[in-house]
């Protein structure tokens, strides 16, 4: 595709209950980044993608939070037994290499926990 | 103390004014430098990036990097009121696999007619 696709754009869901965000990167980009942006702030690095690989995982702030990239393109970033401090616009970012690379950010996944 | 600091402003100019927008940095690690516009309810959009001290020009944009003050600018020529954004620094060491950015908490720029 010509961008960073996310679905969905926007999540309401009740606490406890588990969460899926999708991220389809830019076509044949190799590295992913998932996001963490809470209102007011600046975006906070969650994981790191290169093809299938998880190569970082330090911003993940609980066991609650787990990302997958099985064959190297679409991501899902999936949260469990949601807390209210999960509300926040999860954002993917796409680069085509390795190395120093511009990263390019889809729209974001606004989520909300009730 | 965050590794990046910058003003969340808000900053409100009128139609036609230079913008300097800045960020300091405490982590001498960091290598490359990136600026992002993001609009409301939108992801943030790449406008500069620079690897070295110095300044760097794309039209209306100029970006400038002084590593031994820790202190990155960017600098908005004749500023428009679709300007009106936020405004993001960001950073990132090179470890040979890409790497994750550090940003800044964004500045709220507000371009009046």
């Known amino acids: 595709g010509a961008g960073v696709s996310q679905s969905p754009r926007y999540k309401v869901a009740k606490r406890g209950q588990d969460v899926a965000l999708r991220c389809d990167p830019i076509s044949g980009h190799v590295s992913l980044f998932w996001y963490q942006q809470a209102l007011g702030q600046g975006p906070e690095f969650l994981t790191y993608?290169?093809?299938?690989?998880?190569?970082?995982k330090s911003g993940l702030p609980s066991d609650r939070f787990f990302a997958e990239r099985p064959e190297g393109s679409v991501s899902t970033l999936k949260i469990q037994r949601t807390q209210q401090e999960d509300s926040a616009v999860y954002l993917c970012?796409?680069?085509?290499?390795?190395?120093?690379?511009?990263?390019?950010f889809g729209d974001g996944t606004r989520l909300s926990i009730l | 103390q965050k590794e990046v600091e910058q003003d969340p402003g808000p900053l409100s100019v009128p139609e036609g004014a230079i913008v300097s927008l800045n960020c300091t940095y405490s982590n001498s690690a960091f290598q490359y430098f990136m600026w992002y516009r993001q609009y409301s309810r939108k992801g943030p959009e790449l406008l500069m990036y620079t690897y070295s001290s110095g300044n760097k020009e794309d039209g209306r944009f100029t970006a400038q990097v002084d590593k031994s003050s820790k202190y990155i600018s960017l600098f908005i020529r004749d500023s428009q009121p679709s300007d009106s954004a936020t405004y993001l620094c960001a950073m990132g060491i090179n470890t040979g696999t890409a790497s994750k950015l550090t940003f800044g908490t964004g500045t709220r720029l507000q371009v009046t007619l």
């Open positions: 970012a796409s680069s085509l290499g390795v190395g120093i690379q511009p990263q390019h």
């Open positions: 993608f290169q093809n299938e690989a998880q190569l970082d």
